[in-house]
């Protein structure tokens, strides 16, 4: 489908009252101008969740979820944009418009593809209970009845073609598209064939692919569906549409291998494990599990095919990790896998390997320090070289960056690198007297100011006229600043409510939703535009030192008339009491 023009998202975000979409989920309690709430994405005693009708936008102040109504939608309910704005849509009786660059037979594409995989799935379930060879291997492996239900497991009958008296058209190309059938030189046959199924869900609880496994010798011991247009091995997780509010509420999510672990765990009352799809987890999916819970628990087999699938683990999540999140890694006895452990030594036991995990900080070092010798010099400079990378990977936990640096000096006996001093642009900024003074409750010290500017715009986007020639800077709060003063300039018409849309896929989309978030812990009486006023005095009081510096330390008599008049206005209106 083409891209949604923003003039309609703009309309549809006028028409969406964000406090009643999200009532339909969560019960909302009035607290002050804005609604609070126990979080849905993430298990807490108290309400931190902010929910703000005049800016039309949703903050976690424990797990850091923020955005829209579209976006609520899509992070509640798992679907993709272009459903989540068609669901609002409906809800606000819109049409979404059709601008002629799609196919109209393509439009509902993605609907036909999973009318084939429930197809496919109830064959396939209907197909297990006369299949006396399947029905004896779950069992000997201990799955009941009741969990062969509840995760709708199935069995593929051997043969080339079985899925055609199920699906009416077995030359239908969508088949093809979908990954259920093959089609080969003109031949056409069955993807799965002889093999327990596996139904893969996503967070609608929409079938969007399968995995089959093998129930004797063969290869591959599992076989997953290909990449659809429905199904990305990347992305999604088995057992997290069953499992997604046990993992809230335990505030922990269990990683393992394969699907069988995530039954059999579920069956004996571990109901926060997911399954990553054959693959070793990526970024995407350590992401969408640490927006869900403050741990992650990796459970591998305790060999050494284990070990280095959890590396692969740690390496794919660590540019993921905020501060406040835990990895930890769980190597399990030997020739023991989750599920065997549980259901030899039950739930508690497992519970138990899993509170005694062997947190990032050990497991990186661990492994590291077995690559050298810090019994000399030379090893440790090694061990220092090893490490720098994957230190410089943490680029959300600033904190952990540093208490990894440090524990690595102390290993080393080499001094942590030292954090470069900021710029004074950068340094907290506070308020001239009788300017702007912090609201009570808020820190004495105030944000930077171009922090400041960024969440006065981000409050009042009329601002932006206001701003005039600004300094060059680094920061990310500046250059979110450039970018968002720049879209305002050339889009006046934009209001505050309709800028996470605008940002969602650009480089700066965090640094504004950050600096909106803010504004919801703003009190009623605090004065914005004092402080935005102070803020500009101060990047301009800065700017000004450094044109006098940078003039002054030329000699008079080399400067062009320009440049004389430009250190004696710096002079005259930049320059303040010190």
């Known amino acids: 489908m083409a891209r949604i023009p923003e003039d309609f998202i703009q309309q549809l975000l006028d028409r969406t009252d964000i406090v009643a979409l999200i009532e339909k989920y969560v019960p909302l309690k009035k607290a002050g101008a804005n609604y609070q709430a126990r979080c849905p994405f993430h298990n807490e005693k108290s309400p931190s969740f902010s929910v703000s009708p005049t800016k039309q936008f949703y903050h976690c102040f424990g797990c850091g979820a923020h955005g829209t109504a579209i976006t609520f939608l899509m992070q509640h309910t798992g679907a993709p944009f272009i459903d989540a704005v068609k669901d609002l849509a409906a809800l606000a009786g819109m049409q979404v418009p059709d601008d002629g660059k799609r196919d109209p037979a393509e439009d509902n594409r993605r609907a036909r593809l999973l009318e084939r995989m429930d197809i496919a799935e109830r064959f396939y379930r209907q197909a297990l209970k006369p299949a006396e060879r399947a029905v004896a291997y779950l069992k000997e492996r201990g799955v009941t009845g009741e969990t062969a239900a509840r995760f709708g497991l199935g069995f593929a009958p051997d043969g080339w073609q079985p899925l055609a008296e199920a699906v009416g058209d077995y030359k239908d190309d969508l088949l093809v598209e979908a990954g259920l059938v093959i089609s080969n030189e003109g031949k056409r046959y069955d993807r799965f064939r002889d093999r327990v199924m596996f139904p893969i869900r996503n967070e609608r609880g929409q079938v969007i692919g399968f995995g089959g496994r093998v129930m004797g010798q063969g290869e591959p011991k599992y076989l997953n569906s290909p990449e659809t247009p429905l199904f990305h091995k ?5 057992g997290l549409h069953e499992h997604r509010r046990a993992i809230q509420e335990a505030d922990r999510v269990v990683v393992v291998e394969g699907y069988m672990d995530v039954v ?7 109901t926060n494990a997911v399954a990553t799809l054959g693959t070793a987890i990526t970024a995407d999916q350590a992401a969408r599990l640490l927006r869900l819970a403050d741990e992650v628990v990796f459970a591998f087999d305790g060999d050494n095919a284990g070990r280095k699938a959890a590396w692969r683990a740690l390496e794919n999540s660590l540019p993921q990790v905020p501060d406040g999140k835990r990895l930890s890694f769980l190597f399990l006895p030997e020739g023991e896998d989750p599920d065997s452990y549980v259901r030899a030594q039950g739930a508690d036991a497992f519970r138990a390997l899993c509170d005694r995990a062997m947190p990032l900080s050990d497991f990186l070092f661990n492994e590291l320090i077995a690559q050298t010798e810090l019994g000399s010099q030379e090893g ?7 490490a720098e990378p994957y230190l410089g ?4 936990a600033p904190l952990l960056t540093r208490a990894l640096k440090q524990r690595l000096g102390a290993l080393t006996g080499l001094d942590a690198p030292r954090e470069r001093p900021q710029p004074s642009s950068q340094r907290p900024w506070t308020p001239q007297q009788g300017k702007g003074q912090p609201p009570q409750g808020r820190a004495k010290v105030m944000a930077p100011p171009w922090r400041v500017l960024l969440q006065a715009l981000c409050n009042d986007p009329k601002r932006a006229r206001r701003l005039g020639d600004l300094p060059d800077n680094p920061s990310p709060d500046a250059q979110a600043l450039m970018a968002l003063a720049s879209l305002l300039r050339e889009h006046p018409e934009i209001q ?25 812990r703003w009190p009623e009486d605090y004065d914005a535009e004092a402080d935005f006023l102070g803020a500009l005095a101060g990047i301009r009081v800065e700017a000004g030192r450094g044109d006098v510096k940078a003039l002054s330390s030329r000699r008079l008599a080399d400067m062009t008339p320009e440049e004389k008049a430009r250190l004696l206005e710096a002079v005259r209106t930049r320059k303040t009491p010190g």
Do not use: N, S, T
């Open 264 to 270: 059999m765990l579920d069956q004996h009352g571990v």
């Open 496 to 520: 505050a409510r309709d800028l996470p849309e605008h940002f969602q896929d650009r480089p700066e989309g965090a640094v504004i939703l950050a600096a909106i978030a803010a504004q919801m």
């Open 380 to 386: 440790r400079v090694r061990l220092a070289k090893l």
């Open 393 to 396: 990977r943490l680029a959300q």
């Open 234 to 238: 990347g992305r999604e997780l088995y």
